[in-house]
């Protein structure tokens, strides 16, 4: 197939250039003057020198002859969740119509129950569903099934001394954080499908083991910008393997979406991998390889 790449022009592609974009591989600046290859999927640019000839994350290989017009998405959220249509939110109105009704009806068959016996029967009691507290988790259907190993923000036992205590929000987007996940891979970056959430690698199999957060918060309603900042340490010696800098930048529309980034070339040991927002740490998990 085709690949279409663009010549990036100082004054043809002023908007595009203003936003900042960043080669999602080697987080790198599109700058003028470069040419640039825009996955026709999920719209998101990268160097032309690191297309690999398919996004990742199943997005296919067709690729835009031109810069489209509408809002560009973000290079790390690729995966954002649409917002309920006008039929389903009809549908979620007369689910609600109904349920009033018949909650209605059975409170008055209480109350006519309970005049004409001498012993009023008892009303049935509604029992609500707990507030959830975690965030909600989805995978296309067509993936490959995961492996359920996560690591959770609550603290253990190996957690270094002297560190902030874990906040599990991002208060930039009101999002709660309940579980970063781990995965490894040895070259270049699978797509999504083929990532296999683990807690322990062998050396042998991974030289990267990346974190994914995934985020799920109320439709921000202008564009949100904060930066992840993220540190693999060891959590015996409190000796620190790695560290980076991620820039998140959320869509107005946008209330679902994932992050992943991470360290190469891990070799055998225990690590930590603290995330913070602001100088706030909002998530911790560890993970081992041998």
């Not at 349920?99 to 012993?119: R, W």
């Amino acid at each position: 197939m085709t690949v279409n790449r663009i010549l990036l022009d100082e004054k043809l592609h002023a908007e595009f250039l203003a936003q900042g974009r960043k080669d999602p591989y080697t987080k790198e600046p599109l700058l003028a003057g470069m040419e640039i290859v825009i996955c026709a999927n999920c719209k998101r640019a990268f160097d032309a020198a690191t297309w690999s000839g398919e996004c990742p994350g199943d997005h296919g290989t067709r690729t835009l002859r031109e810069i489209p017009t509408e809002e560009f998405p973000s290079h790390f959220d690729r995966n954002a969740r649409p917002q309920p249509s006008n039929s389903n939110l009809a549908g979620i109105i007369i689910g609600g119509i109904v349920l009033v009704v018949v909650i209605s009806l059975l409170i008055i068959s209480g109350n006519q129950s309970s005049t004409s016996n001498p012993i009023a029967a008892p009303r049935p009691t509604i029992t609500m569903p707990p507030t959830l507290q975690t965030v909600t988790l989805s995978q296309p259907m067509s993936h490959t099934p995961m492996v359920a190993l996560t690591s959770s923000v609550v603290e253990s036992s190996t957690s270094i001394a002297g560190l902030p205590p874990v906040s599990g929000y991002i208060a930039t987007i009101r999002s709660q954080v309940s579980v970063l996940k781990f995965f490894g891979f040895k070259n270049a970056l699978p797509p999504k499908a083929q990532w296999q959430y683990q807690v322990t690698f062998q050396s042998s199999e991974v030289q990267h083991v990346y974190w994914e957060l995934d985020l799920s918060y109320p439709t921000p309603g202008a564009w949100k910008i904060f930066t992840i900042e993220y540190h693999y340490v060891n959590p015996d010696s409190g000796t620190e393997y790695c560290s980076g800098n991620y820039d998140v930048q959320v869509q107005p529309k946008w209330n679902w979406s994932w992050i992943e980034s991470g360290c190469g070339f891990v070799s055998q040991g225990k690590y930590q991998v603290d995330l913070y927002v602001s100088g706030i740490r909002i998530v911790s998990g560890v993970f081992s390889v041998y």
